[in-house]
């Protein structure tokens, strides 16, 4: 079987003149990092996900939207491997993954953040933060608990990289409040930063402006671009605000009712058929 990310790499020297051409910015997107090919998922009698096939790039911020149901969360979370799909093949970084748990996914540079928050409410923001250095301790709880030399060095460099995260998301006035005295807004910022402390290569977001204000969105698409221009990471955003979809958007997946519908830039997916037909309601044959 020809290996589907040498396949896509064929494509590359025709693929930034395309992009271009297609008003997307070929110096920053780059070579396939992750073919999802044929996924089906079932959940009893029902059929979550139906023979879905797309592929993500180095670099590029990859939309998956669709009416209610549609499949996206289910989506996301056969990237980051809490369900397995009952057909299908998931390829990471020319490797196709086989039964993998989602920490040894984690430590393959994918971190995500959820739809309803995932913070520990009583702990502070710093401490969040910290929380997502796990997947990059290498020292256990008995170095830790003893504060020996190598396992000291190693928290100070894991603060370090916390503190830079807390910079740059300008949320150092709130570092020591507990993150659930914080407006909502602000609560899904720090859990940004928990996913950012992974040092992610691929970002999975779930719907990162649901429940924000105008005001706390534009803040949280600003982050989003700044985490993908400066750090290079690539990003999959689940996300119901279509504003939002088509300004910061490189490509866009779209579902209904589990299948893939339209698969392009946010000008092609916008002028779809079907697209418009599924987010008007219009009935399935
Ligand atoms: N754990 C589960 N058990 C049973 N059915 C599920 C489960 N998770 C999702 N489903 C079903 O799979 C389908 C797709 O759900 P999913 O949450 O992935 O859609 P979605 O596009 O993310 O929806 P929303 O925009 O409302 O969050 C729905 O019919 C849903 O009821």
Not at 259 to 264: E, F, P
Request: aromatic share 6%; net charge negative.
């Amino acid at each position: 079987m020809n290996h589907p990310v040498a396949e896509a790499a064929k494509d590359d020297s025709t693929y930034a003149a395309e992009e271009e051409a297609r008003g997307l910015a070929p110096h920053r997107v780059g070579e396939v990092v992750m073919e999802v090919r044929n996924i089906t998922l079932r959940f009893g009698g029902v059929t979550a996900i139906r023979d879905i096939s797309f592929d993500i790039r180095e670099g590029e911020i990859r939309a998956i939207i669709g009416p209610n149901g549609a499949g996206k969360s289910s989506m996301l979370n056969v990237i980051n491997g809490f369900y397995h799909p009952q057909e299908g093949e998931i390829w990471f970084r020319g490797a196709r993954r086989r039964g993998m748990r989602p920490h040894q996914i984690a430590r393959q540079g994918i971190a995500r953040t959820f739809q309803n928050i995932a913070l520990f409410k009583g702990m502070t923001t710093l401490d969040n933060i910290m929380t997502g250095r796990l997947t990059k301790m290498k020292r256990g709880l008995v170095w830790q608990a003893l504060w020996a030399g190598p396992a000291e060095a190693e928290e100070i460099r894991h603060r370090e990289a916390v503190e830079k995260i807390i910079d740059f998301l300008e949320i150092q006035h709130i570092r020591k409040t507990p993150v659930g005295r914080l407006p909502y807004g602000l609560q899904k910022r720090v859990e940004l930063g928990r996913a950012l402390a992974a040092e992610p290569k691929l970002l999975l977001l779930d719907e990162p402006m649901a429940g924000m204000n105008v005001e706390e969105k534009e803040d949280m698409c600003r982050f989003i671009l700044d985490v993908n221009d400066e750090f290079g990471t690539t990003i999959v955003l689940i996300e119901h605000d279509m504003g939002v979809v088509m300004d910061i958007a490189d490509r866009v997946v779209v579902l209904d009712y589990g299948a893939k519908i339209a698969d392009g830039t946010p000008d092609e997916v916008r002028t779809n058929q079907n697209v418009i037909d599924a987010y008007l309601g219009v009935p399935h044959e």
